[in-house]
């Protein structure tokens, strides 16, 4: 599994267990909604400072993101 499909799988995972869209965060995090679309889709790489802008409004550590033990 490569740190894109690691960061598309929790990014998805953290942000369906706090009940929020992709719109939604986008608009939290100041992010457009395409690009996180992009980003669990592992078309797009996202910078150090997107991942932090997530993981804050996530109520996450940037790192849980890139963490690949959660997952199977």
């Known amino acids: 599994m490569t740190i894109r499909d690691i960061l598309a799988r929790n990014l998805r995972t953290y942000r369906q267990a706090r009940g929020l869209s992709q719109e939604e965060l986008?608009?939290?995090?100041?992010?457009?909604?395409?690009y996180i679309s992009s980003i669990?889709?592992?078309?797009?790489?996202?910078?150090?400072?997107?991942?932090e802008r997530l993981a804050r409004e996530l109520g996450v550590k940037p790192a849980a993101l890139l963490?690949?033990?959660q997952g199977p």
């Open 26 to 34: 986008a608009h939290r995090a100041d992010i457009d909604r395409t």
């Open 40 to 51: 669990e889709r592992c078309q797009y790489a996202a910078s150090i400072d997107v991942l």
């Open 67 to 69: 963490d690949d033990s």
